[in-house]
């Protein structure tokens, strides 16, 4: 017999596809930051630097874009004032949650392998589950 807990580790991507493009997000900030910075749609995107290769160096770029440089890498920026934290680490993602649940405004996007955190003043607490590229 399977135990819950495996079934919803499995079944974890197929609830999280349909959010991945902004299907059901109600947040017009939330759904923007998902389809310009996190899955962005059409084509190529044209990027100043030739070395950006892979799926997840293409996207830290486009959230330091969006966020005007102000991005923190957490925790090891923990103590700075950054309006968008990057969390790479699986381990501490929980405490970036938790930060983040305690802050009370933003949207925290939750992949498997990393998570976005933007602290934007006005937007309600929102926790996404999205598909972010693998480390």
Do not use: K
Request: aromatic content about 10%; glycine content about 12%.
């Amino acid at each position: 017999m399977t135990s819950p807990g495996i079934i919803r580790r499995l079944t974890a991507p197929l609830r999280r596809a349909w959010r991945t493009r902004g299907f059901g997000v109600h947040s017009p900030f939330a759904y923007g930051y998902l389809n310009s910075v996190i899955r962005p749609r059409g084509g190529a995107r044209y990027y100043a630097e030739d070395r950006l290769h892979g799926a997840r160096a293409r996207l830290l770029y486009r959230v330091g874009v969006e966020a005007r440089g102000s991005v923190g890498e957490w925790p090891a920026d923990r103590g700075r004032p950054c309006a968008t934290y990057v969390c790479l680490s699986r381990n501490d993602i929980p405490s970036l949650e938790t930060f983040a649940r305690d802050h009370g405004v933003g949207v925290l996007f939750v992949g498997r392998h990393m998570a976005i955190y933007c602290c934007r003043e006005g937007i309600p607490p929102l926790r996404l589950n999205v598909w972010l590229p693998r480390r």
